[in-house]
């Protein structure tokens, strides 16, 4: 089994930045990639950016390229998303998921086998 531990979120007015975290731990963890996803009240579980922990290649959801930068620590079996000009449509509860699959969309969510609890992220305006 591979525990999936988020942290970081919180409170924040818009314009501001978090920094979340995904800590990974268990016997034989071996995941391809690591992926951001983000659910607001009464939408669907989003891709939000996604890393690969060899070769650390990201991609990201067009609404948050050039505020949202993710990065992995392989010595730390952490993922970090560092989220920068925060505005109020943000707002969700985000989660990382880690995939072995290195086939398939990104985004969707079926393709990744491990998850975490989510942290919560709230931008007032």
């Known amino acids: 089994q591979v525990q999936l531990v988020e942290s970081g979120g919180g409170l924040v007015q818009a314009g501001g930045s978090l920094r979340l975290s995904c800590a990974a731990s268990?016997?034989?963890?071996?995941?391809?990639?690591v992926g951001w996803f983000r659910q607001a009240p009464g939408k669907e579980r989003d891709i939000v950016a996604a890393?690969?922990?060899?070769?650390?290649?990201?991609s990201y959801v067009d609404s948050v390229k050039g505020r949202f930068t993710i990065s992995r620590d392989n010595a730390k079996n952490t993922v970090y998303l560092q989220l920068n000009n925060l505005n109020p449509e943000d707002t969700a509860v985000y989660y990382c998921?880690?995939?072995?699959?290195?086939?398939?969309?990104?985004?969707?969510?079926?393709?990744?086998?491990?998850w975490g609890q989510g942290t919560q992220v709230t931008v007032s305006s």
């Open positions: 998921a880690t995939r072995q699959r290195s086939w398939g969309s990104w985004g969707d969510p079926r393709l990744y086998d491990y």
């Open positions: 268990g016997r034989s963890f071996n995941s391809y990639a």
């Open positions: 890393i690969t922990w060899s070769g650390g290649v990201t």
